[in-house]
């Protein structure tokens, strides 16, 4: 009896860590997003650093991902924003909340003069 509940118990404690391994090996999806992808490709944020349009207190998600081999990051001072370095087909997942009205300056860190763009929230 002992020995079915820990056989039992063998092939769950199998079944679950497969079952993780099988969701890890997908990586992180990006199929689903509803809000804001920006793509740091070829040192620019989706090829022209396009204006972001985002409602005051309602946060919006935004994740960036490096298309680029050499790093990049994305960092929004005002709104506290700070991707970190993302090495090459490394993303990162935050969110674009203000409780006020304004523009706010997107940029990377390592290209602030080629990647710089405008979050207008209103
Ligand atoms: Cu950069």
């Known amino acids: 009896m002992i020995a079915i509940v820990v056989i039992s118990f063998i092939i769950v404690g199998t079944l679950w860590g497969v079952s993780n391994i099988i969701n890890q090996s997908e ?9 804001i992808l920006l793509i740091a ?4 944020f989706n090829k022209t650093n396009p204006d972001i349009y985002a409602t005051v207190n309602v ?7 490096n298309k680029d081999f050499v790093r990049h990051d994305l960092i ?3 709104l506290k924003i700070n991707t ?15 409780k006020k009205s304004g523009i706010f300056e997107y940029y990377c860190s390592l290209h602030p003069t080629t990647m710089r763009g405008e979050i207008i929230v209103k």
Request: glycine share 6%; aromatic share 6%.
């Open 59 to 65: 946060p919006m998600k935004l994740v960036v991902v």
């Open 27 to 35: 990586g992180p999806s990006i199929k689903n997003v509803s809000g």
């Open 76 to 78: 929004v001072d005002q």
């Open 41 to 44: 490709q070829n040192n620019a």
């Open 84 to 98: 970190a370095y993302l090495s090459s087909e490394q993303d990162f997942t935050t969110a674009i909340a203000s």
